[in-house]
């Protein structure tokens, strides 16, 4: 049996662990915090700081088929490069895309020098979309309908257009030379700006030649999403982040039935090659829903990174449901089925099943 090693125990982690349980191999887990937010799906956890204990990591990696990082604090990640030389088994990892995509002003340049379609930055008129410069965060990412809320934004944030329609994302794995692009999901946003829920649809052509073409010319060594809106006047780029991503890898492979931690994991070791669009096989909804005053609300991903416990807490053919320990429980519905019909119908027992846990 194969052993990762994840060293970050939250969102990326569980997206990681979830996969890797779907392909038998084993996780171990490095979070310096004694009870991690994903600590029931790893097989062992180990708690300490790799930058005061670099000499425990490097053991590690000798009992390890390779080290994923699943978290984006810079200097964690600062430090794995440093040592990284040091380590006895492959770290899944490209920093320099990750440079690039660390910092939107950044990967705007990159668009641009593409010639990639993206929104216009700092449009002459309202309405406005704001969003943070750096990482993956939505953290105060909103809409501005006039020109004076202008004046109360902090420069660092990246000014656009807003752009309507619906947000895609696509993974792409490459080893430097050969890419792979798995299937294209849409992400619904809630009010936050946030993803609450994940659906399949089929992988538009021009998207997949985008993908494609910046994870080339980055020579992608590793995995890497890119998010898009499908605007009325085409695809409009507007981030990428080359790390593994949450949520969408889920969907992907109940799908279409591609686990993209085993794609990764096969790039470094040499079988990686071009592939076709994948078609969407299976309906599958994934979604986060709130207990509040007695009732169900969507909620995006990061209610979950406040919790202290994140487990499994239902599973039966075609629907998995876990269970988040947060300021209010938060329930995360994975449902997938040959058809729609039957899919909602998982939803519905899902449903049901929370609503008699809410009352205990």
Not at 167 to 187: A, C, P
Not at 344 to 353: E, F, N, P, S, V
């Amino acid at each position: 049996m194969k052993t990762i090693c994840l060293i970050g125990g939250k969102l990326q982690g569980f997206e990681v662990a979830y996969l890797a349980r779907k392909s038998g191999i084993q996780v171990h887990l490095i979070d310096r915090k004694n009870k991690p937010l994903i600590r029931n799906m790893a097989d062992e956890h180990f708690c300490f700081d790799i930058t005061e204990r670099p000499e425990r990591l490097i053991e590690l990696s000798c009992h390890s088929d390779a080290i994923i990082p699943t978290n984006e604090n810079l200097d964690t990640l600062l430090f794995l490069k440093k040592i990284e030389p040091e380590l006895h088994c492959p770290l899944l990892f490209d920093f320099t895309a990750y440079h690039t995509s660390m910092d939107k002003k950044r990967s705007r340049k990159y668009f641009k020098s593409n010639d990639i379609p993206i929104p216009s930055e700092k449009p002459q008129s309202p309405p406005y979309f704001v969003k943070p410069p750096c990482m993956s965060s939505s953290k105060g990412a909103r809409i501005i309908d006039n020109e004076s809320e202008l004046a109360n934004i902090d420069e660092s944030m990246v000014i656009e257009e807003y752009v309507p329609g619906p947000v895609v994302s696509l993974e792409v794995v490459g080893d430097g030379n050969n890419f792979m692009i798995g299937q294209q999901t849409q992400v619904h946003i809630d009010q936050e700006y946030d993803c609450h829920r994940v659906t399949p649809m089929e992988t538009d052509a021009n998207f997949r030649e985008i993908a494609h073409l910046l994870a080339s010319n980055l020579c992608l060594k590793g995995i890497m999403d890119v998010e898009a809106i499908l605007s009325p006047e085409g695809i409009r780029v507007i981030e990428i982040d080359a790390r593994f991503p949450s949520q969408t890898p889920t969907v992907v492979y109940h799908s279409s039935g591609v686990n993209l931690l085993e794609w990764l994991m096969g790039s470094f070791a040499g079988k990686t090659r071009e592939n076709k669009p994948l078609p969407v096989g299976k309906q599958c909804n994934y979604e986060h829903l709130m207990a509040s005053d007695g009732k169900l609300i969507p909620v995006g991903e990061h209610v979950l990174s406040g919790g202290d416990d994140y487990r499994l807490f239902h599973e039966s053919n075609g629907l998995e449901i876990f269970k988040c320990r947060c300021e209010r429980p938060t329930y995360t519905l994975i449902c997938s089925a040959t058809t729609r019909q039957e899919m909602c119908g998982k939803r519905k027992k899902a449903i049901q099943l929370i609503k008699s846990d809410m009352k205990q």
